[in-house]
Structures are given as structure tokens and as C-alpha cells.
């Protein structure tokens, strides 16, 4: 089992910037890849950032070039530092992580983009 808890939501302005923190507990050994997702109201989920165990990362294009992706091994926490925020980017966020063939959610973070 792999525990997933992100913190770091809130509110901010349009151009702002978040940093959303993802602390991984559990069987940690053997994951593949970490990533974040996102939820729009009325929207499906979609990828949002994605860090493999090798450390090649690759973001939707909507968040290319703003979002960056990166993790801190020592802290077991993987990171989604958020520039030039939108309000198009309100959406809840969560931290995945893949092993052994089963994704793993935390219970998501509110990001709230005002304009």
C-alpha cells in the first residue's frame, strides 16, 4: 500500500503562483512514476505533470513552460511548483503514484485561480 497525502492548495490571484506539496508513505519501493492530476467542475480529469523513477518529467501543454514538476527523495515528497497561474487552472489537484500496475490517489487540494 502506498499513501499519498498533497497540501499546498488555496486561493490566489491570476499570475500568482502555488507550490503543491505530495508527502508518499508506505511501500514506497518499486513505484514507477509520480504524478499530478487535475479536476475542473463539469470537467474530466486530466494530466497535469508526470516525474518517472528515472527523473524525465513531461507536463500537458497547457501548463508548459509554468508548472514544474520535481521531487525531494529524502523528504519522500514530490513537488508541483505552479507560476503565472490562470483561472483556468482552478481545478482540485492530486498526487499519484504507479507501482507494480495499480495507480495510488491522495485526496486532492483546492486550487483556486481568481481573475
Known amino acids: 500500500q502506498v499513501q499519498l497525502v498533497e497540501s499546498g492548495g488555496g486561493l490566489v490571484q491570476a499570475g500568482g503562483s502555488l507550490r503543491l506539496s505530495c508527502v508518499v508513505s508506505?511501500?514506497?519501493?518499486?513505484?514507477?512514476?509520480m504524478a499530478w492530476y487535475r479536476q475542473a467542475p463539469g470537467k474530466q480529469r486530466e494530466l497535469v505533470a508526470v516525474?518517472?523513477?528515472?527523473?524525465?518529467?513531461n507536463y500537458a501543454d497547457s501548463v508548459k513552460g509554468r508548472f514544474t514538476i520535481s521531487r525531494d527523495n529524502a523528504k519522500n515528497t514530490v513537488y508541483l511548483q505552479m507560476n503565472s497561474l490562470k483561472p483556468e487552472d482552478t481545478a482540485v489537484y492530486y498526487c499519484?503514484?504507479?507501482?507494480?500496475?495499480?495507480?495510488?490517489w491522495g485526496q486532492g487540494t483546492q486550487v483556486t485561480v481568481s481573475s
Open positions: 508506505g511501500s514506497i519501493f518499486s513505484i514507477n512514476a
Open positions: 516525474i518517472t523513477r528515472g527523473g524525465s518529467t
Open positions: 499519484t503514484a504507479s507501482r507494480l500496475g495499480f495507480n495510488y
